[in-house]
């Protein structure tokens, strides 16, 4: 998979995008992830991206001209054209289901919002697709296009150790309630003991401990997650 990032802020992205995980992922070949300095687009002298909204209000928008320089230019550098997503508080909302659907993808092309957001023509004629990681307002869309990515990146066959623990997650098809609660040695501490169902190597028993921990906690937490499920 190759991943581009347009952004004003490329230093925010570049540690986490080299450790774990997603360092791993790109040494061993499963993604490529490029950055690009928007304000490299920008034509004038001094690399203006944003000005003033027409009509008035707070803030600044980033301005049609780089963001069009930049796309056409990034997209021309693959033969395959990818999908281009723009990161912003007004996207719809992204979970583990789109995720995977991402992962699917061979090319991946994120613009980061910033200020105020975009001039309305980038959302009309250059984006496919606007998402948000949460009801909430960041000073940039890099970190959200951290968040995506790390949760994309995880998904690509071979990233993950044990792939099967991304089938049986929060939120995966297989198990949409959160998870319950889980146990390593040693089997006390502090005189906490790990659940006897646990240590008793009833197969059965044990996932039915597992699926009912699992439904309650959902139901304290996300009960909003079981009526979906």
């Given at each position: 998979?190759?991943?581009?990032?347009?952004?004003?802020?490329?230093?925010?992205?570049?540690?986490?995008?080299?450790?774990?995980?997603?360092?791993?992922?790109?040494?061993g070949g499963q993604?490529?992830?490029?950055?690009?300095?928007?304000?490299?687009y920008a034509r004038?002298?001094?690399?203006?991206?944003?000005?003033?909204?027409?009509?008035?209000?707070?803030?600044?928008?980033?301005?049609?001209?780089?963001?069009?320089?930049?796309?056409?230019?990034?997209?021309?550098?693959?033969?395959?054209p990818g999908r281009?997503?723009?990161?912003?508080?007004?996207?719809?909302?992204?979970?583990?289901?789109?995720?995977?659907?991402?992962?699917?993808?061979?090319?991946?092309?994120?613009?980061?919002?910033?200020?105020?957001?975009?001039?309305?023509?980038?959302?009309?004629?250059?984006?496919?697709?606007?998402?948000?990681?949460?009801?909430?307002?960041?000073?940039?869309?890099?970190?959200?296009?951290?968040?995506?990515?790390?949760?994309?990146?995880?998904?690509?066959?071979?990233?993950?150790?044990?792939?099967?623990?991304?089938?049986?997650?929060?939120?995966?098809?297989?198990?949409?309630?959160?998870?319950?609660?889980?146990?390593?040695?040693?089997?006390?501490?502090?005189?906490?003991?790990?659940?006897?169902?646990?240590?008793?190597?009833?197969?059965?028993?044990?996932?039915?401990?597992?699926?009912?921990?699992?439904?309650?906690?959902?139901?304290?937490?996300?009960?909003?997650?079981?009526?979906?499920?």
């Amino acid at each position: 998979m190759r991943i581009d990032v347009i952004t004003l802020f490329p230093e925010i992205l570049r540690g986490p995008l080299d450790a774990s995980i997603l360092g791993r992922a790109q040494r061993g070949g499963q993604a490529e992830i490029h950055l690009h300095q928007l304000r490299d687009y920008a034509r004038d002298k001094h690399h203006t991206v944003d000005d003033r909204p027409y009509g008035g209000g707070p803030g600044m928008l980033l301005k049609c001209e780089p963001i069009f320089e930049a796309l056409q230019d990034i997209q021309a550098r693959v033969a395959k054209p990818g999908r281009v997503i723009f990161l912003s508080p007004a996207g719809a909302k992204f979970g583990q289901a789109k995720a995977r659907e991402l992962a699917g993808l061979e090319r991946i092309i994120f613009l980061c919002g910033h200020y105020e957001g975009v001039d309305e023509r980038v959302r009309e004629h250059l984006v496919d697709e606007e998402l948000c990681i949460g009801d909430f307002v960041l000073t940039n869309g890099a970190l959200a296009a951290l968040v995506v990515i790390d949760a994309v990146i995880r998904l690509l066959p071979n990233v993950v150790g044990n792939e099967a623990s991304t089938q049986f997650e929060s939120f995966s098809a297989e198990r949409p309630w959160l998870e319950g609660p889980q146990y390593t040695r040693p089997e006390e501490f502090r005189g906490w003991r790990v659940p006897e169902i646990l240590l008793s190597g009833h197969h059965g028993k044990i996932e039915e401990w597992t699926r009912e921990q699992s439904r309650r906690r959902t139901e304290r937490v996300r009960p909003d997650l079981l009526n979906e499920a």
